[in-house]
């Protein structure tokens, strides 16, 4: 099974694909968590990556599809995979639709959770991440930065693009180029919008409903 996740940056697509990769054991496939890897090896490419990121713009289009198409053809994307963050603009759809049609693959379900603008911007502003697990926190619950993972040993802290100033850029930037994404996706009749912003486990149950029919 292969799922597509569209959705501005805080609408819960990684919180939904982690529930769908322990369920279904397919894997999850997240450019901004591959380009973060290349980031943190540190070399040349991926001090470039930091700076287009602390800006919130976007990574070069070649760069992020050579990533996907890579991770498609391992093994870890056998049983299925999740796009998570990818695609982000039209070419970039386009170049998915061509990648997977040389590969005889194709995406079974394309899953836009639409969230108001303000819960994206308390939701980025607040969250922090685990430096040692997948644990994601919030200010809004009483964590801060430099806390102690509740999960592992580890250490809580703020992504530098999630301080508010790039978080309205990061939705300024997924109004003008990935809006036109749904309208593909709607046009070929394979879009499903789902409301979020509520209870994680309620969208969990709205998304277990479509991929089972
Ligand atoms: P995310 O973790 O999905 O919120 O992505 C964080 C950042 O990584 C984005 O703000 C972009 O700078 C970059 N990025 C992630 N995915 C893509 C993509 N498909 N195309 C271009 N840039 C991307």
Do not use: W
């Amino acid at each position: 099974m292969n799922i597509l996740f569209l959705g501005a940056p805080g609408c819960g697509k990684g919180t939904q694909s982690k529930i769908l990769i322990e369920k279904y054991g397919i894997a999850q496939i997240s450019t901004g968590d591959l380009l973060r890897e290349e980031m943190s090896s540190q070399s040349d490419l991926g001090e470039k990556i930091r700076s287009i990121m602390a800006k919130g713009d976007f990574v070069d289009d070649k760069l992020v599809l050579s990533l996907v198409s890579k991770k498609i053809e391992s093994n870890e994307c056998k049983k299925g995979f999740i796009l998570d963050g990818f695609p982000r603009n039209l070419s970039q759809a386009k170049s998915l639709d061509t990648l997977l049609e040389n590969m005889s693959k194709s995406i079974d379900h394309v899953l836009f959770i639409d969230v108001p603008d303000e819960v994206l911007i308390q939701r980025c502003t607040g969250r922090l991440l685990c430096d040692t697990c997948d644990y994601i926190g919030n200010k809004d619950r009483g964590e801060n930065i430099g806390d102690p993972c509740p999960v592992a040993e580890g250490t809580l802290y703020q992504r530098e693009d999630d301080k508010e100033e790039t978080v309205r850029n990061r939705l300024e930037v997924f109004k003008d180029q990935t809006q036109p994404i749904i309208e593909f996706y709607e046009e070929k009749g394979k879009l499903n919008k789902l409301i979020g912003g509520n209870d994680p486990k309620l969208l969990a149950s709205k998304i277990n409903k479509i991929i089972n029919i």
